[in-house]
């Protein structure tokens, strides 16, 4: 019982899947370079990686750094003009690589 009740709650949320633009969020992620290197492996053991991440892990993680629900005081900054569109682009094109 417990089952169909999640079943149809989940099929009565509204949701939106946006697709990023995987040259677009190459074109962004310059900014991020510095510290998740230029193909989005770090050269450095304090910054995580993000080639080959999921898209929809990055997406949640940049969206909350923008907004406050995990809080870094260097990517505060650096995600604060993002919008969703763009965070969806960075996370398309950072989970397209190998």
């Given at each position: 019982m417990k089952q169909i009740i999640i079943l149809m709650i989940?099929?009565?949320v509204p949701f939106s899947v946006q697709a990023g633009?995987?040259?677009?969020g190459k074109t962004i992620?310059?900014?991020c370079m510095a510290?998740?290197?230029?193909?989005?492996?770090?050269?450095?053991?304090l910054w995580p990686n993000l080639a080959g991440q999921k898209e929809g892990y990055l997406t949640?993680?940049?969206?909350?750094?923008r907004d406050g629900v995990r809080?870094?005081?260097m990517m505060a900054p650096m995600v604060a003009p993002?919008?969703?569109a763009e965070?969806?682009?960075l996370a398309a094109y950072f989970s397209s690589l190998k």
């Open positions: 989940c099929a009565l633009d995987i040259a677009a992620s310059v900014t510290c998740h290197g230029a193909d989005g492996i770090s050269p450095n053991d949640k993680q940049i969206a909350a750094f809080e870094d005081p993002l919008t969703d965070i969806a682009d």
